[in-house]
């Protein structure tokens, strides 16, 4: 059984920093996708930043900021966030690739269906 647990959000001020953690279990945490979405308010969740195939993918309003990266001893993902603005405030979830039929959504290579619950970003300017 996959589970995804999420920490590590706050609320800090524009120019601040914070790191997301994500204790995996449950998966082959070396060779199965993983990576990071976010739900603002009246807003459709979407991708930021994985791990897949080819490497590490970020949409372009993180890139320069955000860091994603695994510590494969502890299987912990990591998001590193540098320079928060106010519009990076949402939740942020972990998540892990699953068979595209299971449903889920598609981030560059990966299909992602297995989710975390959550942890809240919030970022005051």
């Known amino acids: 059984q996959v589970q995804l647990s999420e920490s590590g959000g706050g609320s800090v001020e524009a120019g601040g920093s914070l790191r997301l953690s994500c204790a995996a279990s449950?998966?082959?945490?070396?060779?199965?996708?993983m990576g990071w979405f976010r739900q603002a308010p009246g807003k459709e969740r979407e991708a930021v930043a994985s791990f897949d195939a080819d490497g590490t993918r970020y949409i372009d309003s993180v890139k320069g900021r955000f860091t994603i990266s695994k510590d494969y001893a502890k299987k912990i993902l990591y998001l590193q966030m540098n320079s928060l603005k106010p519009e990076d405030t949402a939740m942020y979830y972990c998540a892990a690739d699953r068979d595209q039929y299971a449903g889920g959504t598609w981030f560059g290579l990966c299909h992602f269906g297995y989710w975390g619950q959550g942890t809240q970003v919030s970022v005051t300017s």
């Open positions: 449950g998966l082959d945490f070396g060779t199965t996708c």
